[in-house]
């Protein structure tokens, strides 16, 4: 006798039961309203972090964020979402199906959005399994009779799953929805769907293998609930980190003790203390928390509140670095560089860069860029410098876009390009960096790839002139003598040859001395206080 729709679909009801529940018991153990939550609190509460995950080994998370949720809000568009598909995925395939597929769906999405999110992104929400669910169901839908029904389902998918796949097709909650995970979920429940078609025999009215797949839900479910107190035994003081770290810290939250160190050591909001700093830095490195490793190896190679060690400083260093913590192995690659506490070494250099340049860490690909444009350690090759300082500058990281824009202007590594040369420089001369806006200037000044402009020329030259630059000074000072691109003006003209003087730069003290005899007394005067009032 076939069971009544009704008592088929109890899975999803039991689903929408326990996201209900579980989001009760979340804003009870906060203490804060419905609308309340921030990113401490859903990552006190399981959330998926890629820092607690991969690096502390709180793998629980892959399956305790599927059952969190921001807000009401969150909550109820998920449960109707749920509540769509999930009866009819219950009712095709059955519920121990429907539960291994929900499983799995929410497994590849948590997978998914470690994977492809940036590590400060942290995820809560049953949206990647509910995505899982649809498009099992797209690819289940074949087993039912073709007409209206079949047409019926296949078209309520594709309407779910097309703007919940593409980030371009849904300004709702723009920015904090995780289409890693709505994709991750997708792709795992697409799979499931294809493996039931497989134990789905023809003209059989339910697939097989569903003790199986009821075993694995179970499992799924028994390994959930007892996720759920890992997750939530330090919740009250995960919770409350951000506002008084001490809290958290002392309890033995890693990432509060590294925090806590971190407000010591450069005494924010305190009195700076580096014995403190190195207190909580070392509780913190010693549960293998790599950014206090790498602050720890940092006091020892200051000799801040302990005698100064590199040896004590590498140990230290090292550890972080083979954890795969990108800071450290770009931080070690500098030292054997330049002989920072360690031998000097072109060739553990380069092993350290590559190893965070792999991981797209872009002061370690510009570094490395370096070693291949100098042929330090390593065989010169420029147009490899160039494919380093690509992959860098495409980060917005300005010393590499200048140097892959000085690579174009000279035609090195690459075609000649003065166009190419223009846009890098441009876009590091916006970030406020000094040698791009001057490079920038002289583009103007010569008109290359852009009209020639005296005025724009001296505009760029006034930025890098502000920040000290040298030859910026000196290029001003001269528009201004010059009347080039800017009002004549021989006592602004000695203010900046005067203090590119005091840099050291004897062709600006010649500058400044030829003036001053053209000067007045009284023009000297004011020119020689406007050298000693800037600052940069």
Request: charged residues 15%; contains cysteine; glycine residues 10%.
């Amino acid at each position: 006798m076939d069971r009544s729709p009704v008592s088929r679909i109890w899975l999803t009801w039991g689903l929408v039961a326990l996201l209900g529940l579980v989001f009760v018991i979340q804003m009870t153990m906060v203490q804060k309203g419905p609308q309340e939550l921030d990113v401490n609190d859903l990552i006190a509460l399981g959330g998926l972090e890629h820092r607690l995950v991969l690096r502390q080994g709180e793998w629980f998370r892959l399956l305790t964020a599927t059952l969190l949720h921001h807000d009401v809000f969150h909550l109820v568009l998920n449960i109707f979402a749920l509540v769509l598909v999930g009866p009819r995925l219950e009712r095709l395939a059955g519920s121990a199906w429907l539960g291994t597929i929900f499983l799995a769906a929410a497994l590849t999405g948590s997978l998914m959005s470690l994977t492809i999110n940036s590590e400060n992104i942290v995820s809560v929400g049953a949206s990647g399994a509910i995505m899982g669910v649809l498009a099992a169901l797209a690819v289940l839908s074949r087993r039912v009779p073709a007409g209206q029904e079949r047409r019926r389902l296949q078209s309520l998918t594709a309407q779910m799953l097309i703007p919940s796949l593409l980030p371009l097709a849904s300004m709702l909650n723009s920015g904090q929805i995780d289409y890693g995970a709505h994709l991750g979920g997708a792709l795992g429940g697409a799979a499931l769907g294809l493996l039931v078609l497989g134990v789905w025999p023809e003209g059989s009215k339910a697939p097989r293998a569903r003790r199986p797949a009821a075993a694995f839900a179970g499992l799924g479910l028994c390994l959930t609930l007892f996720s759920l107190p890992l997750a939530w035994q330090h919740a009250p003081t995960r919770s409350k980190a951000a506002q008084d770290p001490m809290v958290a810290a002392e309890a033995g939250d890693a990432s509060a003790q590294y925090q806590l160190g971190v407000i010591y050591a450069s005494g924010r909001g305190t009195t700076q203390d580096y014995v403190k700093a190195l207190f909580w830095f070392r509780k913190s490195a010693d549960q293998n928390f790599a950014p206090a490793q790498v602050a720890l190896g940092s006091l020892y190679a200051e000799g801040l509140a302990v005698p100064k060690d590199n040896e004590e400083m590498l140990r230290w260093y090292l550890k972080a670095a083979n954890q795969g913590f990108a800071i450290a192995q770009y931080d070690l690659g500098v030292k054997y560089s330049y002989g920072l506490g360690v031998p000097q070494s072109y060739s553990e250099a380069i092993q350290w860069y590559r190893k965070a340049a792999d991981q797209g860490f872009a002061a370690a690909q510009n570094n490395l860029a370096v070693l291949y444009q100098n042929g330090d350690g390593l065989p010169q090759d420029v147009a490899e410098a160039m494919r380093w300082f690509a992959k860098a500058a495409d980060q917005g990281f300005v010393n590499a876009e200048v140097n892959l824009g000085n690579g174009y202007k000279q035609g090195h590594g690459v075609p000649q390009d003065d166009a190419m040369a223009l846009k890098w420089y441009r876009k590091a001369a916006e970030q406020g960096f000094a040698p791009a806006q001057f490079n920038l200037a002289l583009m103007y000044q010569d008109g290359l790839a852009v009209p020639q402009d005296d005025a724009m020329a001296m505009h760029w030259y006034r930025k890098a002139a502000d920040q000290g630059f040298v030859m910026a000074l000196i290029n001003l000072g001269a528009g201004y003598h010059l009347g080039q691109g800017i009002e004549k003006s021989d006592i602004q003209a000695y203010k900046y040859f005067a203090i590119a003087a005091q840099k050291g730069n004897k062709q600006a003290a010649a500058n400044r001395d030829f003036l001053a005899r053209t000067l007045s007394p009284t023009e000297l005067a004011q020119a020689q206080k406007l050298a000693a009032e800037w600052q940069p």
